[in-house]
């Protein structure tokens, strides 16, 4: 016989009690003056037999059903009674990624492994501990009942979701189960993408499932880009489509479409255009269905409005006039005074972009005019040497001349690029601020085709009046919001308030993000373009990616429930102990009262 | 007490009326209370014959009212009667350490309930011109008073109710032999006490006042809580007398202990009524005036 909850045998110390009162019952202190003793004597003599007795009697069922009820506390397990399975934790590992929701022979895949979660529950016994955990982070836990009824509304997942950490959290809920016996069951596609990670568990055994069904063919959206991400009305959307012949497309932006027509395997899509929408807009790339509709759509998001009208000072150097010339004539800006870009050390207003002075002399009147503009940075001694430019888009780019960006107490580590280890372009409210002039001899960045695009994305999402910016995320990642965000809005329309750093959402969409009563950019969730790819991993690959002393992969749905059930150990002696402890509790009242009634008719 | 529409302090709670004073005071409300009720009694009263006229009184029975010398004469007058046997009475008072004590501080220990007791039962025998003694005992005999019929008596036998008593034992026996000197001629003896003695030498005593051709009425007290062990937790029983301990938990053997005194009432009663005399079983919790009427009741009913 073992025990699942052992400290419950000290309960078995209260055992003691009845015995200790009926040891003690003839030994009380207390004295009381009673004339009439000589008939508490002779009532005494004559009852004290059948008293003694009944007394005996008494405690040794009070000792018993105590000891039995200690005992079933401790829940034992013992061979002694056949049949059925051992208390077991259960813990069904299902995946429900995007893959599943293939659909094959009208059945989709997530219907089958349902089927098989179903078919394990309904082997499970009251006396055993059952959680379903899901791809999407989902833990439940409850009777067989219970689960079953969850798994009913388990949809497929938006995303590839992480079976791995799904299988270890599932490995945690049966190691603190306290039940000897455990399993976990893996129900999966065998969809590569989504074992991409492999796990080791200790000691619990696994089964693992995955139905022999062969993936359909597959069409999806691969990629889905504005691009610029804001159109000053004018933009075009990219996409890139998997599939293995034509299909038709659709772009619409909002409910409106914007254009549609027929694609070829890996052609790329480019839709241009200047709508009339204004603001953020969310738009979608879709695809005729197929038998994996959750990939037929791709989502995006931009900003539509008027450029922003910039300026650029005889201080800020050539490139840089030339540059804004470029974002003019590209309808990305207009000239006006909304933005300046200036050197440091000239005369400087908010908002600009403002460079480092040509000559290490100038520092220390750039430094001035940021404590004057209530920057927190400041220029550092000049250093010379070439050092590569590293940040989105500039790969290639060098920095010959550079003043080291110091920061001062209350600056943001908003680093917009890098020169060797060393922030070179920072932004802040109001304010982006560059490590080197724009001159040959500082910088060939401006020479640079990413130049004109960076410079134009920068003043337009740092400093532009809607500014903003767009995340991409897949359902379930983890996003760090911008710090002004403070509520998020869902593709329904249901707002939220958000802050840090979330889960991006389980469904696919445009969640715009809102400062106040404002959007303030848009987190774009889509599901990972891989998880569109349906290759499935063979047993070998499973067996490499889950490293556990037990392991089974079948395509049997009877192995997998008789390995879930067939931990080795006795059945549960709880509930047999507390009904034969509830009899002796029963016995013990009828001596009693048979007591009382007996002494009355004496 | 004056007024005949007083209420009847005979029908009192004993330990609330015992509350209102003096032993004296309280047993002439008892007795005044207890006459009051024979007025409105069937009975006609004990065997008495017409003496002479007194003034009347508050509180004398409008039964003997001579309403021809009222009508007559204007003047209210008692008729007086006189005893056709001039009876002499003891009363035989148990006085021994069981007899002080009781089972809840709001009733009357026993002694104090029958101190009480004898007192209107003395007071109400010389109300009837009869001879009244007295004779206290515990483990000896402690008060001896010979019966005399005179009102001044009484304030004797009150004043001898505070006499030094409980003692370690009770000999009934010897009290009752002393009695038997005592009266020379038959007489009424009436035992007042706890019976926590031995039956058999007290029946002796009791079989020999009977010879003599003495009544014998005996008073059992007993306190509610000896007759049926209601109250209690666990603890360890001492009797006070003897000081025998008895460990005891009063739930285990209440049944059996009443079954116990049970029998032991019945065995005195049956000792008691082979040999003639009445017996009566008395709680501290029941007014005077049912005492006092058992007592005579089962004086009536003597052969």
Redesign the interface.
Known sequence: MSFLAPLWLALAAAAAVPLLLHLMRRRSGNRVEFPAVRYLQRAEREHSAKLRLRNLLLMLLRVLALLLIALAAARPITRLSAGGHPPTAVAIVLDNSLSTGAAVDERTVLAALRTQAEAVLASAATDDRLWLVTVDGEVRAGSASDLTDALAEVRPFDGAGSIATAIARAEGLVANAGIPARHIVVLTDGQASAWAASVALRATPVSVYVPAIEPPANRSVADATPRPARWTPRGAITARVATSDSVTWRVALGERTLARGIAGSGEELVVRGAPDERGWVAGTVELEPDELRADDVRHFALWIGPPVGVAVSAAAGPFAAIAVDALVQQDRAVPGADVIVTAADGDARLPAVLLAPNTPARVGAANRTLERLGIPWRFGPARTGRVALRGAGVEGAAVMLRYPLIPQPGAESDTLLVAGTEAWAVAGPRYVLLGSPLIAEATDFPIRAAFVPWLGETIAQRLGSAAGPVLAAAPGEPVMLPRDVDGMESPGGEARAVSGTIAAPARAGVYFLTRGAERAGALVVNPEPSESVLRRLDSEALRARIRAADLAITGDPATVVARAWAADGGRSAAGPLILVALGLLVVEAAVARRGKSGEASA | MDSPRAPRADLFDPAALAALGRIEIIARWIVDGFIAGLHRSPRRGFSVEFAEHRPYQPGDDLRYVDWKIVARADRWVVKQFEEETNLRAAIVLDVS???N?TGAPTRLTKSAYAERLAAALALLLLRQRDAVGLVRYDETIRTVIPPRARMAHWQRIVGALGDQGAGLGSRADDALGHVARMLRRPGLVVLIS?L?LETVPVEQAVRTLRAQGHDVVVLHILDPL?RD?SA???????????D??????PA??????R???AA?IDEWRARFTVVGAAYATITTDVPFGVPLRRAFSSRERLP
């Open positions: 350490r069981s007899m004590w706890d926590l000896e062990l209690g937790g666990e603890a360890v029983y001492v009797d006070p007398e003897t025998v301990a008895v460990p005891v938990t285990e053997v209440r049944d059996a202990y079954a116990t005194v032991a």
